[in-house]
């Protein structure tokens, strides 16, 4: 990770916790590792993200409907998904430095390290030739450029068939090979690769003879599948149809270093279509073409995102991507998109002896429909939002604004915490009665805070240090004709407006109703 990068994602973090967003979990006990709990800022963001995600979904598509099932799940569930065998990460220790890491990760950024070089290569050459320069041509008989492309394609093919065929000592010979120093200690003093399962398992039961190992879920993805055909037949739902899901997920990640964008206990969005075999191409592309709309709707540029096909495919889909969000560590995955064929229904039917097929009336044959899912996390989905919104400003003087800079959170405002602030300009004369009066007209119908300490140019720093978009200030005038000012978190401009009018004019800008009519 470059410095600057660094920099933003630890400034991020300590803005976290200093607004209220996120901290440390158990943190008077020095906190657990990759563990975090949202705080009275944090929790209201996540919530408006999910309420973002599920009307899109559920409100938006007639065929689609949401559940929430358990966590636990009989443990026969996950030896039917393939995560009992086959939910392993290789990991590598380095024995200078004692720092574990994913095998598969090092060889990752190995070989983007590479593509790093083209790309230098490239730049170098454009500069060189000017408006002349054909980078096609250039990539494909530059003799040096033409030899890191040869490095990466045999990487990444002995990479695919080390990990298709959990052939650690492949891995460990490919990182040998490739010349993989520690970051840390920079050595390549590595141990073997070993397999390491991600479940956390458990026991339920009271009397320990009786008990049985169960896990917590990796993914959530599996309550929809076993739920089904109760789905089906309660709702009488006709394919195509889908099932949404927001809940938490665990996985016993093997690194998990930054900040929520890697935890041991997440959220995830996740949505399981169900199709007609031979259709899932086309679904395939029909959401990933939605996914990437719903997250280009929030306004944080569209270059900010990319599609990532994937080429070492999990062991249940035949096609799938990622769309990567421009974290400060780089570009990153934020959502997956995976045709997963009929592997899940097909492998619980073979498990629990129970048909899982649909009917289909047109053409009067039961089968079992393949699957299209959409799986985007909660936390990395925060973390994009609240990275992307963290801004330093220099303040041009203006009136009741406080100092010469600002850290704002410019959060799309329909996911804001708090839509609006009340301030009495000061708290004599009448003005914070005036205030209440307005906060409590206001607050039935958005996220209102009242404050009538400290000086207003402090209050409106506070404010926009959580990413409250508008501000109402009281003031004198506002005892006379029940007017107030609102000003924009933004572009700090503000405009004189009457009281009623208020609830009206900001509806419209910080309703999640206008953001989904964006998709
Ligand atoms: N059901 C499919 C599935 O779980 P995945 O790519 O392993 O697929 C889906 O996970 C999404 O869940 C990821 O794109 C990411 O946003 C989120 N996610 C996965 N592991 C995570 C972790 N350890 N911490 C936070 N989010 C995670």
Known sequence: MANDSENLLKKVIAHAKEYGFIFPSSEIYDGL???????????????????????????????????D????????????????????????DNKDSKKR?????????AIAKMEEKIEKEVEKAAKRFGESFDKTMFAQTNPRVLEYQKKIDEANERLKNAMNSSDMAAMKQLIVDLEINDPISGTKNWTDVRQFNLM??????????????????????????????????????????????????????????QFIFRMREFEQMEMQFFIKPGTEMEWYESWKNKRMKWHQALGLGS???????????????????????????GFKELE????????DLKSHEKYSGKKLQYFDTETQQSYVPFVVETSVGLDRMF??????????????????????????????????PYKIAVLPLVKKDGLAEKGLEVFHQLKTDFRCYYEDKDTIGRRYRRMDAIGTPYCITIDHQTLQDNTVTIRERDSMKQERIAIEKVGEKIQRLVSIHELLKKV
């Open 33 to 67: 590792s990759a563990v975090y709990d949202y705080g009275q800022n944090g929790v209201e963001l996540k919530n408006n993200i999910k309420e973002y995600w599920w009307k899109f979904m559920t409100q938006l598509h007639d065929n689609i409907v949401g559940i």
């Open 336 to 343: 997956g998109i995976h045709s997963r064929t009929d592997f």
């Open 101 to 109: 890491y994913r095998a598969d990760v090092l060889v990752e950024d």
């Open 200 to 257: 956390f398992s458990t026991e339920m039961g009271s009397v320990a003879e009786d008990a049985n190992k169960i896990y917590l879920r990796p993914e959530t993805a599996q309550g929809i599948f076993v739920n089904f055909l109760n789905v089906q037949k309660t709702g009488r739902m006709k394919l195509p149809f889908g099932i949404a899901q927001i809940g938490k997920a665990f996985r016993n990640e093997i690194v998990a270093r």
């Open 383 to 416: 973390l994009s939002i609240l990275s992307n919104s963290y801004k330093e400003e220099k303040l041009p003087s203006a009136e009741g604004e406080e100092g010469n800079e600002r850290v704002v959170l410019s959060i799309p405002p329909a996911l804001a």
């Open 303 to 329: 270059t900010n995102y990319r599609f990532h096909d994937h080429l070492n495919l999990a062991h249940y889909a035949n096609a799938a991507c990622d769309i990567q969000f421009n974290f400060p560590m």
């Open 69 to 92: 099932a358990a966590i636990f799940m009989h443990p026969t569930t996950w030896k039917a998904s393939g995560h009992v065998d086959a939910f392993n990460d290789p990991m590598i």
